[in-house]
């Protein structure tokens, strides 16, 4: 076992105390984070749509491999940071490893199981579409694995921002468009900028609450090699792109302004952490951010399909 473990955490260790309900393995699955999981499957299954490719089987199937991935991801975390002694101070949910509520092995278990759900999923999926999609979800999963595990964790060295927009956003919208319709268009690639976005930035806020002890355990995330004041002033940029991005798509097709109707939850988020909100009060940031991407991806994601609808006929495919 190594050597980071808390004596806490020992102690409970030794006394075979582990008292971890199912609803605390659900909690520490994260759902607050789901929406990370969703809006990028939404987002893309949308710009398929648009251009009459929509398929709903294979959208289901690209649903459970970005849900089982940021399912496996939150428990990953939960084990790497707890074995390390990271999470010992931390705010913010429970921990089910730093916290000695469950043994260690138990969480990676969780993890593995998620992402064998991806994995499985994936395969279908990619049989369905295009095999080196089989590749492409490896690398997914092996990304979720050392974003806080091995020696050398990458999200520990302050990239994993970048790795939440590219697999978030940027694998995510697109592949999810591509394994529908067979290829990627300029509206898949905005939307998966968008949604990539927002998604790095609700991980940001979460480091920058965390900064104090991120500091102390040496974890030096994009947010403790910044600073807070950049940080929160990437948060702000980060949050808001979306809605830029929606001016440029309303160019190609007028009612994707729809998405619009996020703008509220996103500037509450924003001004939260620009006034300097710190510790739990950042807490809320996490929800309102993704409440905002999910409700602005469910809106681009209609008014595309309206517009799929009246220029390409009928776009749901049967689910084979």
């Known amino acids: 076992m190594p050597a980071a473990l808390s004596a806490g955490m ?16 659900y909690d520490a699955a994260r759902p607050h984070t789901w929406a990370n999981a969703f809006a990028p499957v939404i987002a893309g299954t949308g710009a398929a749509a648009f251009f009459g490719s929509a398929h709903l089987g294979r959208a289901a199937l690209a649903l459970i491999v970005s849900w089982a991935l940021i399912v496996g991801v939150n428990y990953a975390n939960d084990y ?33 199981i998620a992402f064998f759900v991806a994995a499985v999923a994936g395969i279908i999926l990619a049989l369905m579409s295009a095999w080196w999609l089989i590749v492409l979800g490896a690398v997914c999963i092996a990304a979720a694995w050392f974003y806080t ?14 790795a939440v927009f590219i697999f978030f956003g940027l694998v995510a919208v697109m592949g999810t468009e591509f394994s529908q319709a067979g290829r990627v268009s300029v509206v898949g690639f905005l939307c998966a900028v968008a949604v990539g976005s927002i998604s790095a930035a609700v991980n940001l806020a979460n480091n920058i609450r965390d900064i104090p002890t991120d500091t102390v355990a040496r974890k030096n995330t994009l947010a403790v090699r910044l600073g807070d004041a950049k940080s929160r002033r990437l948060f702000a940029a ?27 939850l996103a500037l509450e988020s924003v001004l939260k952490v620009v006034r300097g909100a710190q510790g739990p009060a950042l807490i809320p940031v996490l929800g309102l951010n993704g409440k905002a ?14 517009g799929g609808s009246m220029w390409n006929g009928g776009i749901y495919y049967p689910l084979a």
């Open 149 to 162: 595990g091995g020696s050398n964790p990458y999200g520990y060295q302050g990239l994993g921002e970048i």
């Open 293 to 306: 991407m999910l409700v602005w991806s469910v809106a681009t994601a209609i008014a595309l399909f309206v």
């Open 10 to 25: 020992m102690e409970a260790m030794t006394t075979d105390s582990y008292s971890a309900t199912a609803r605390d393995f």
């Open 80 to 112: 790497s940071d707890g074995i390390r002694g990271t999470d010992d101070e931390r705010t913010g949910p429970t921990r089910l490893t730093a916290s000695g509520l469950a043994a260690p092995e138990h969480v990676k278990a969780a993890a593995f």
């Open 238 to 264: 980060l949050t808001m792109l979306p809605f830029a991005l929606t001016i440029v798509l309303a160019f190609m097709y007028l009612p994707t302004l729809a998405a619009l109707l996020a703008l509220p």
